[in-house]
Nanobody
Framework: QVQLVESGGGLVQAGGSLRLSCAASGRTFSYYTMGWFRQAPEKEREFVAVITRSGGATYIADSVKGRFTISRDNAKNTVYLQMNSLKPEDTAVYYC??????????????????WGQGTQVTVSS
């Protein structure tokens, strides 16, 4: 089975930047569509970004478009989320997820087969 481990979260002031990493083990990383989601306390898990197997196509949620970028390095079995111009409303636990079937658009949490444990991002005002 695939294991995913997020890292790079922390505390940052509004306007600052963080880069999250998600390291994968198990099945060949390049087989999976990879996504990032986030969840604030008592809120529904929210789509953030998705990237195709080859990295040739991405889609970013409107709420973070222009500020966040998703990328992957298949040689390193790692997917990244670069977060710039952070706002307090970005505060959440951020999760990476892997989708082997790749039959949907990649924007629904229910499409994904494997999830990491999450990394906390806190943006202070």
């Amino acid at each position: 089975q695939v294991q995913l481990v997020e890292s790079g979260g922390g505390l940052v002031q509004a306007g600052g930047s963080l880069r999250l990493s998600c390291a994968a083990s198990g099945r060949t990383f390049s087989y999976y569509t990879m996504g990032w989601f986030r969840q604030a306390p008592e809120k529904e898990r929210e789509f953030v970004a998705v990237i195709t197997r080859s990295g040739g196509a991405t889609y970013i949620a409107d709420s973070v478009k222009g500020r966040f970028t998703i990328s992957r390095d298949n040689a390193k079995n790692t997917v990244y989320l670069q977060m710039n111009s952070l706002k307090p409303e970005d505060t959440a636990v951020y999760y990476c997820a892997a989708d082997l079937k790749t039959v949907g658009w990649g924007t629904r949490a229910t499409e994904y087969d494997y999830w990491g444990q999450g990394t906390q991002v806190t943006v202070s005002s």
